[in-house]
């Protein structure tokens, strides 16, 4: 286990395995983009979903990164590591090698458009794989409990496809370097947590506040992530990832 998925599964526990696995997972690509390009500054612009957090390998790895949001005093206060990223404003977010997003440009389109505003040399978007066999799961969830959607799992179809992803960075002009899936786990993407459920149908009441996180001991969960790692690097499952695959990415070239 090295330093980045030690912290992430001593800190990030209370996320849930789904949570903390995609982490791992997109952990390691971000790292081995970063070592394939040699990048050495990167921007995440915009963090409702990742907190950030998925920066940790860039920043081990002594790359100059910036984590940028709405609310970036909010992201500053709960940032858990001891490794620190520049905190930014979108409005005055640096220009970097790579600007990245995660499970945003689905949702508006005009995000890509700042992004692009921001990079040197390559954007990587992220969204939702809506041929996931969660996203009925999803639907159901919030057609039962009547819950408004606040998860990234919304957005327009086509634009949570790859074909319509790759499109939609063609379109700005993009050269698309690499596509694909990433996070399949044996595991549907249902998007909402365990906990949600409970309290929308009123079982719970334990009152945990979100804040920054106890450190518990991170062997056990990364035994667990780890065996789950390696059912998505099987032969036979690679071949159903378009299904398996909780998200889809995209790099573009400038
Ligand atoms: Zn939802």
Request: proline share 7%; hydrophobic share 45%.
């Given at each position: 286990m090295d330093s980045v998925e030690r912290q992430f599964c001593a800190l990030l526990q209370d996320e849930g395995i789904g949570t903390l696995y995609e982490r791992i997972v997109k952990g390691r690509m971000l790292r081995g983009l970063a070592e394939k390009y040699g990048y050495t500054s990167i921007l995440e612009f915009g963090i409702p979903v990742t907190r950030g957090y998925d920066n940790l390998p860039f920043l081990e790895q002594g790359l100059q990164v910036t984590v940028a949001d709405a609310d970036v005093e909010h992201a500053r206060a709960?940032?858990?590591?001891?490794?620190?990223?520049?905190?930014?404003?979108?409005?005055?977010?640096?220009?970097?090698?790579?600007?990245?997003?995660?499970?945003?440009?689905?949702?508006?389109?005009?995000?890509?458009?700042?992004?692009?505003?921001?990079?040197?040399?390559?954007?990587?978007?992220?969204?939702?794989?809506?041929?996931?066999p969660?996203?009925?799961?999803?639907?159901?969830?919030?057609?039962?409990?009547?819950?408004?959607?606040?998860?990234?799992?919304?957005?327009?179809?086509?634009?949570?496809?790859?074909?319509?992803?790759?499109?939609?960075?063609?379109?700005?002009?993009?050269?698309?370097?690499?596509?694909?899936?990433?996070?399949a786990p044996p595991i549907p993407n249902i998007a909402f947590s365990l906990r949600e459920l409970r309290d929308a149908f009123g079982l719970r009441s334990n009152g945990a506040t979100p804040g920054k996180p106890s450190a518990k001991d991170p062997a056990p969960m990364w035994s667990r992530i780890e065996a789950l790692t390696r059912f998505e690097s099987l032969p036979v499952t690679r071949s159903m990832r378009p299904i398996l695959g909780h998200h889809i990415f995209a790099i573009g070239a400038m």
């Amino acid at each position: 286990m090295d330093s980045v998925e030690r912290q992430f599964c001593a800190l990030l526990q209370d996320e849930g395995i789904g949570t903390l696995y995609e982490r791992i997972v997109k952990g390691r690509m971000l790292r081995g983009l970063a070592e394939k390009y040699g990048y050495t500054s990167i921007l995440e612009f915009g963090i409702p979903v990742t907190r950030g957090y998925d920066n940790l390998p860039f920043l081990e790895q002594g790359l100059q990164v910036t984590v940028a949001d709405a609310d970036v005093e909010h992201a500053r206060a709960v940032w858990p590591f001891s490794q620190m990223p520049t905190f930014s404003t979108l409005e005055t977010a640096p220009m970097a090698d790579l600007v990245w997003s995660f499970a945003r440009v689905q949702l508006d389109v005009a995000v890509l458009d700042h992004m692009l505003a921001h990079a040197r040399r390559h954007v990587l978007v992220f969204v939702p794989n809506i041929l996931n066999p969660g996203a009925p799961l999803h639907a159901a969830y919030h057609l039962v409990t009547r819950a408004r959607c606040h998860h990234a799992e919304r957005g327009p179809a086509r634009l949570r496809t790859r074909a319509g992803l790759v499109k939609l960075l063609r379109q700005r002009g993009l050269h698309v370097v690499d596509s694909g899936y990433i996070d399949a786990p044996p595991i549907p993407n249902i998007a909402f947590s365990l906990r949600e459920l409970r309290d929308a149908f009123g079982l719970r009441s334990n009152g945990a506040t979100p804040g920054k996180p106890s450190a518990k001991d991170p062997a056990p969960m990364w035994s667990r992530i780890e065996a789950l790692t390696r059912f998505e690097s099987l032969p036979v499952t690679r071949s159903m990832r378009p299904i398996l695959g909780h998200h889809i990415f995209a790099i573009g070239a400038m």
